[in-house]
């Protein structure tokens, strides 16, 4: 059988990408691999190295084509803030 074909472990996938088993698992909870990646049988998961990395490329991929945000949308938390006061009164009367 090919290396590539053959299904392995989510503790082989997470020791060919040189992470935590609990990263696997997040990137399951997140859809960053989808579920023609891998068979689940009750809380056994059994995925192909060759799928899982076509996912983790085209993740990357799209990630890098998509706009940067706009300037205007992101804030600055260590920016000054101007703060304004309106002291006008309702009336004329001298205090």
Known sequence: MDEIAKYVSIEEVAEYYTV?????????R??????TAYLKIGNTY????ADVDAALRA????????????EAETIDPAAPVQ?????T?????DV
């Not at 935590?20 to 399951?28: D, F, M």
């Not at 997140?30 to 579920?35: F, N, Y």
């Open 20 to 28: 935590s088993v609990s990263t696997i698992r997040g990137w399951l």
């Open 30 to 35: 997140k859809d960053v691999i989808p579920p």
């Open 46 to 49: 059994r995925f192909r190295i």
């Open 59 to 70: 993740k990357t991929l799209s990630e890098k084509a998509a706009p940067a945000p706009a």
């Open 83 to 87: 703060l304004e006061f309106d002291f």
């Open 89 to 93: 009164f309702a009336t004329d009367k």
